[in-house]
């Protein structure tokens, strides 16, 4: 029996092409939610759009600090883990509901798979960091994206047979996902946006958004960018980013904030978009899948393979660089290559399952 345990809007994306593997094959296996993340917009949206089943359990965790979050669903997990006693948890990314997941199957000598093994930005600022390095080095099942991810986990001295290089579900999601979108939404015209005459916009990292001058410096350079390039710039707002803008008290001149988006309204602006500008990690994988140049307000990556194909850039929070960073993307051609896999990274996975 297999534990799927997910708890914010990444990972109920990225466990649909398993969850979708799961049923279709109909084997033995059960969602359980933390709860870390419980907006309409943020988590049940995805469940409707993907037409996924429900969760079989709940743990309504909701927000906290650190500690509190990752403790509230150890003690969660470790209940419905003793009472379901599955042969194997699945976790993915780098969440606290993924840290608290795997920690608590460890301790219970429960098999612990791990979905996007082996990223690495090399910086412990990042809360997400910490839950990945720590996560990999529990499991017994290491699911690297790529060759790269696979090459950090062997550096940090985990055993080669428990790793297993099966590309990104996030591929298998966008090509399950996109020609549904175009059957079903029509979110450029709902916005009233051209293709490729808008910028599309996505903030919510704990780094940038919680420090003031930071976010001050991201919501300035798209100011700018609206100025000199005279287009839209849409930003569906995560709910820690706004709630950061209103406590601040900042300025979001030239910006179309609107709330949060579901996959498929969300997929089809970024394929649509003329660039993307984010601290996202899963919207730098999107944008490289969907050959739209990607701009990342942030200082580093654990998606250097993004840096590699010349999909994105790197350009920090200074307003001058991110109008710099614009344009030079711009300038290049979109024929990249997607190092993310062929979109069969669910049926890999799955199937490295049955057989171990
Ligand atoms: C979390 C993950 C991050 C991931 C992101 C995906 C951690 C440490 N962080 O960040 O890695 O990239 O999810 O979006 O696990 N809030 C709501 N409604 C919700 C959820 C959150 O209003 O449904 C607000 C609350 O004010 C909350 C804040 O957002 O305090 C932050 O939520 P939290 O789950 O702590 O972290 P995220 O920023 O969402
Ligand atoms: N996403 C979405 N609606 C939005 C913004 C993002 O559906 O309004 C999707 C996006 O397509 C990607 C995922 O959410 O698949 C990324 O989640 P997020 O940026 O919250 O987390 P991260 O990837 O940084 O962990």
């Known amino acids: 029996m297999i534990s799927i345990i997910l708890g914010t ?58 500690a509190d979050q990752t403790g509230r669903i150890m003690i969660g997990v470790e209940e419905v883990l003793i009472k379901e006693n ?35 930005s090399f910086d412990r600022r990042m809360p997400e960091e910490i839950n990945r390095v720590l996560t990999d080095h ?95 710039v849409v930003f569906p707002i995560h709910p820690r980013t706004s709630k950061r803008i209103r406590e601040f008290g900042l300025e979001t001149n030239g910006i179309n904030l609107i709330d949060p988006l579901g996959f498929l309204e969300f997929l089809q602006l970024e394929a649509n978009a003329k660039l993307v500008l984010t601290d996202s990690g899963g919207v730098q994988e999107e944008t490289c899948i969907l050959k739209v140049p990607c701009v990342t307000l942030r200082d580093n990556t654990e998606r250097p393979e993004t840096l590699e194909v010349g999909s994105n850039m790197i350009v920090g929070v200074n307003p001058e660089s991110i109008l710099e960073g614009v344009k030079t993307m711009l300038d290049k051609k979109t024929n990249w290559e997607n190092p993310f896999g062929d979109g069969k990274a669910g049926e890999k996975i799955v199937e490295i399952l049955k057989i171990y």
């Open 86 to 120: 599955p042969d194997v948890v699945l976790v993915e990314g780098d969440t606290n509901t993924v840290l608290a997941g795997a920690l608590s199957a460890a301790k219970l000598h429960i098999k612990v798979g791990h979905v996007e093994a082996g990223l690495r």
């Open 9 to 66: 809007r990444p990972e109920i994306i990225k466990m649909s092409p398993i969850i979708r593997e799961c049923e279709n094959q109909n084997l033995d296996y059960f969602i359980l939610h933390t709860g870390q993340h419980y907006s309409y917009e943020m988590d049940r949206i995805f469940f409707e759009e993907l037409e996924l089943p429900e969760a079989k359990y709940n743990l309504d965790v909701g927000s906290g600090t650190h």
């Open 138 to 232: 529990i499991s017994d099942y290491l699911f690297a994206p790529t060759d790269e991810a696979k090459k950090n986990l062997l550096r940090e001295g985990i055993n080669e047979d428990k790793i297993f290089v099966t590309g990104n579900t996030i591929v298998d999601a966008v090509y399950q996902n996109l020609e549904i979108a175009k059957r079903k939404v029509n979110a450029l015209k709902a916005l009233d946006l051209n293709p490729k005459e808008y910028f599309l916009v996505t903030a919510h990292r704990q780094e940038n958004v919680d420090v003031k001058a930071r976010l001050k410096g991201i919501l300035r350079g798209l100011e700018l960018i609206h100025e000199k390039l005279s287009l839209p």
